[in-house]
């Protein structure tokens, strides 16, 4: 059996498909297993074992499916379920199997703060639904990523932190997923190992403030390392903090401890939190303006920024320094 896998995005989103591909090349017998994604999202799945084939969104929708057509495929498992998938599975014709988002309850969720309708299962799980019928079971085993090429942490750690330390991911996309500087200065600061700060070119400023307040306890690779590079340092840190945010969830595939910490957004509603590691924390704080979106803000509504401003800084301490 030919299967095309589909999501197209975001990181986040495209690293929980990965137990769905596992599992349907090690218990389907015989199955190639291939992913369409867009092209940008390539280094989630390069170095998968399990993926016979990765294909990547064309400039235009028909361009895509003509390829699709090409390949002869028995089967689509739809992980995305929008208009653009919709269209391909209406113009090949082939069969298929698709997630279902619960978008109606998702919106009541978060417009009417109704908890009961938050989400009980994670979304791996609720994947790992469009490929029961094959008499595919999950094997309960964590999210997989494959770092690109070996590196040394000497390349790209001082020797103060290369021995034992704790990666702080400080990056992510909107600003109320992201703890304010002062709140990570206070963490960081009762911390007993040194610490890592890991993020993108868009929060070395912040990393410098940190380093600043900090000192030599703080070694920042914001904006000096790839992700492929930033994966690595994680995969050897001794336990991680992170937003909600595509490293973070990354870094659930070497089951290291990860204190997740979630402000404007909560995993309840998007169903995604640590995914079958051994030790995790999940830090929050409950408020009935919260959640206040699905993916992120620019800015809080209500300019207070409650979240993360009243998130207790020694939850996360004394995880660290467990």
């Not at 016979?52 to 361009?63: A, D, M, N, R, Y």
């Not at 690109?148 to 909107?174: M, R, W």
């Not at 910490?261 to 030790?279: F, H, M, R, S």
């Amino acid at each position: 059996m030919k299967i095309l896998v589909i999501r197209f995005s975001s990181m986040g989103d495209i690293i929980y498909t990965t137990p769905v591909i596992r599992c349907l090349k090690l218990q389907v017998p015989g199955c190639e297993v291939h992913f369409l994604t867009k092209e940008q999202f390539k280094y989630i799945y390069q170095q998968n074992p399990y993926l016979t084939k990765l294909h990547f969104l064309k400039p235009t929708l028909s361009e895509t499916i003509k390829d699709i057509k090409a390949e002869k495929f028995d089967l689509i498992i739809d992980l995305h379920n929008n208009l653009r998938t919709t269209l391909i599975k209406l113009a090949t014709q082939i069969p298929s199997s698709t997630y279902k988002k619960d978008t109606v309850r998702k919106w009541l969720a978060l417009k009417f703060r109704w908890t009961r309708l938050f989400s009980k299962d994670h979304l791996v799980d609720r994947y790992l639904e469009t490929v029961k019928f094959l008499g595919v079971k999950n094997d309960n085993r964590p999210i997989d990523y494959y770092v690109a090429k070996e590196y040394q942490l000497a390349e790209l750690l001082p020797a103060s932190h290369q021995h034992k330390f704790v990666a702080f991911i400080i990056g992510a996309t909107h600003f109320t997923k992201r703890l304010p500087n002062h709140k990570i200065i206070e963490i960081c600061k009762d911390i007993s190992l040194p610490v890592v700060l890991l993020g993108g070119q868009d929060v070395k400023a912040n990393a410098d403030e940190i380093k600043l307040a900090l000192g030599e306890k703080i070694y920042s690779t914001c904006g000096l390392t790839n992700l492929d590079q930033s994966v690595f340092i994680v995969s050897q840190a001794h336990k991680v903090i992170g937003f909600d945010t595509g490293l973070t969830h990354i870094a659930e595939a070497f089951d290291k401890p990860i204190a997740s910490v979630w402000g404007g957004t909560t995993p309840e509603l998007l169903g995604v939190y640590p995914y079958k590691i051994k030790d995790s924390l999940i830090a929050g704080v409950d408020l009935s303006c919260r959640p206040c979106s699905k993916f992120g803000l620019e800015k809080c509504p209500l300019g207070h920024f409650d979240c993360m401003e009243k998130l207790p800084a020694q939850l996360i301490v004394n995880f660290s320094n467990e």
